[in-house]
Every structure is written in structure tokens, then in C-alpha cells.
T-cell receptor, first 112, second 111 residues
């Protein structure tokens, strides 16, 4: 059975801290791992990592895919209160060949 | 370019009532998806449509039906709503890559 596990489930940090969110996956026919940010509404796309692109960076956010360990991390440096959100990890395509399997998310709260 | 749109935004139903959630995308994507999101459960796939004319069950399809009306539109129907279907419903679409783009969601309460 395909599964994606995220840790920790929740995290509280102070502004300026650096955080690392973890995601492990066991997915049939793995092709890609994606990170989304959700702020009380629809998830918005952050990164997609594949065998040909195992490291991505955008501003203070970066992500790495470890194909050997079947895992990924999302790093956020110099956190700001606007980073407070649920961060979702998804891997696919799994048995369907199309759909993504989502983890339960990590709830991040950045306090001033 | 509106992306993925969903209607309605909010809905309250009584047990046993039926309703259809509408989803449309203007990105010319082939694949479309319906998810539900419950507290502590993440996003769970209800149904998906890999391309126009095809639909398949996801992880939690019981109590739901779908219609891929055309390339743009993918609707989700609850024939006889139950309190266990109280949730936030998201529609998403994707092109040839795995990146899915989500609509704003429908918050459904079944009393």
C-alpha cells in the first residue's frame, strides 16, 4: 500500500529560526515528490522533485530528495510569521499511474 | 486565467439530501481530481479523471459519483449525504507533469 509520512505533525518556532520538515514515502512506480503550502485555503505548489531534479531552491525555501532513503526534507531559513501554514508532502503516481498520495501535513507556527 | 474554480464555496445539507459540486479549469489540463480534507487526515483522493471520458476510484469513493463533462469540467455528486461526508472538498487538475493545481475548496456540512 502506498504511503507518505510527514514529521513532525506540528512545530512552533520563533521568527528567524531555521526549520526542517521531513517526508518519507513508499509509493509504487515513484516518479515525483511534491511540496505544497496550505494557508487556510487551497494548497499552493512549492516544489517538485524527481530523479532528474533532486534539489530545488526558492528564496528561503529549499528541498532535497534522497532517493536511497526514500525521503525528502523541506528547509525554511530565517522564518517569518507569514511562513505559518500547513506544509503538505505528496508522492506519486502510485498504483493509479496518475494520482498523488498525500501525507497528513506538518503544521508550522512561527511566533514573533 | 482563473485556474481551477469550484462552486459552491459553502454548503449545508440535511442527511439524505443530494448535491453536486462543480469544478472547472481553464488551463487545458487533461487530468482532474477530487479530494476531501478532514482534520488530521491530510488530503484523500475520492475520484480522478486521467483524461476526458475516463474516471477512476481513489482511496475513499464510497457515497460519491463523478462526471467528466468535458475537458474543462469535473463534477462530484453526493446522492444521499451523510454526516460522515462533512468535509472540505478540493478539486485539482494537472497536465503532463505530476504538479496538481488546486481550486479554492468547498466547505460542506451535513447535519
Amino acid at each position: 500500500e502506498d504511503k507518505v509520512v510527514q514529521s513532525p505533525l506540528s512545530l512552533v518556532v520563533h521568527e528567524g529560526d531555521t526549520v526542517t520538515l521531513n517526508c518519507s514515502y513508499e509509493v509504487t512506480n515513484f516518479r515525483s515528490l511534491l511540496w505544497y503550502k496550505q494557508e487556510k485555503k487551497a494548497p499552493t505548489f512549492l516544489f517538485m522533485l524527481t530523479s532528474s531534479g533532486i534539489e530545488k531552491k526558492s528564496g528561503r525555501l529549499s528541498s532535497i530528495l534522497d532517493k536511497k532513503e526514500l525521503s525528502s526534507i523541506l528547509n525554511i531559513t530565517a522564518t517569518q510569521t507569514g511562513d505559518s501554514a500547513i506544509y503538505l508532502c505528496a508522492a506519486g503516481p502510485g498504483n493509479s499511474g496518475y494520482a498523488l498520495n498525500f501525507g497528513k501535513g506538518t503544521s508550522l507556527l512561527v511566533t514573533p | 486565467n482563473a485556474g481551477v474554480t469550484q462552486t459552491p464555496k459553502f454548503q449545508v445539507l440535511k442527511t439524505g439530501q443530494s448535491m453536486t459540486l462543480q469544478c472547472a479549469q481553464d488551463m487545458n489540463h487533461n487530468s482532474m481530481y477530487w479530494y476531501r480534507q478532514d482534520p488530521g487526515m491530510g488530503l484523500r483522493l475520492i475520484y480522478y479523471s486521467a483524461s476526458e471520458g475516463t474516471t477512476d476510484k481513489g482511496e475513499v469513493p464510497n457515497g460519491y459519483n463523478v462526471s467528466r463533462l468535458n475537458k474543462r469540467e469535473f463534477s462530484l455528486r453526493l446522492e444521499s449525504a451523510a454526516p460522515s461526508q462533512t468535509s472540505v472538498y478540493f478539486c485539482a487538475s494537472s497536465a503532463l507533469t505530476d504538479t496538481q493545481y488546486f481550486g479554492p475548496g468547498t466547505r460542506l456540512t451535513v447535519l
